[in-house]
Every structure is written in structure tokens, then in C-alpha cells.
């Protein structure tokens, strides 16, 4: 299993990313997926997850209104568009999936890889 994120970088606030992550070795259509963020002395936070079922999307209160997942299955690919973003937002983002597609609304996430770090300047 593999879950390679990219897109990462510096942003000034208010500015914009989109995050996109590849995925290979599992059979993509069989799992929700999302994201979780992780930053320096900080728990790990669900942030978005998009199940396989009927491609329900989730959101944690901290990014509803910001943050957009979306996922190509002909791709392999789920993407993180981030708009309006705040220094808080700053953080190490991972693409993950869940064991169940249920696991989604509690953004409980089984599998991930590499992240990519984003970093919001004030």
C-alpha cells in the first residue's frame, strides 16, 4: 500500500493549496479516504474523508467551509483543496484511508504515507 501526497508549501494567510494524493497497491474504489493533519506538539486531526459508498464528505469544524475533499477513481487520486487558509492550518497533511467506509465520519483512519507540510504565514 502506498499513499504519496503532494502539493505542500508556503502560503501567506488567506492564500490557497491544493493538496493531491496518489494511491497504488489497494484496490482504490474499495475504501473511503481523506485526510488527517498533524502539527508540531499536536494531536492528529481528521480534517476531511470521502467515503466509497456514495462519496459522502465529511468535515472537521475546524476547516468546514474552507477546506474541499474530492477523489478521481479513475486516478487513484484524492485531492485537498484548501482556500481561506490561517496559520492554524499549518501542519504536516497525510492522505489516509480507513479499514471501514463507516470509519469516515470519525475520521478514523487506518492506513496512510507520506505527508507533505503546509505552512501558513500570518
Not at 494567510?13 to 508540531?40: M, V
Not at 487558509?85 to 504515507?113: I, M, N, Q
Amino acid at each position: 500500500v502506498q499513499l504519496q501526497a503532494f502539493g505542500g508549501g508556503f502560503v501567506q494567510t488567506g492564500g490557497s493549496l491544493t493538496l493531491s494524493c496518489a494511491a497504488s497497491g489497494f484496490t482504490f474504489t474499495d475504501y473511503a479516504i481523506g485526510w488527517f493533519r498533524q502539527a508540531p506538539g499536536k494531536e492528529r486531526e481528521g480534517i476531511p474523508c470521502i467515503r466509497r459508498s456514495d462519496g459522502s464528505t465529511y468535515y472537521a469544524d475546524s476547516v468546514k467551509g474552507r477546506f474541499t475533499v474530492s477523489r478521481d477513481n479513475a486516478k487513484n487520486t484524492v485531492y485537498l483543496q484548501m482556500n481561506n487558509l490561517k496559520p492554524e492550518d499549518t501542519a504536516v497533511y497525510y492522505c489516509a484511508f480507513p479499514r471501514y467506509d463507516t470509519s469516515c465520519l470519525a475520521f478514523d483512519y487506518h492506513y496512510w504515507g507520506q505527508g507533505t507540510e503546509v505552512t501558513v504565514s500570518s
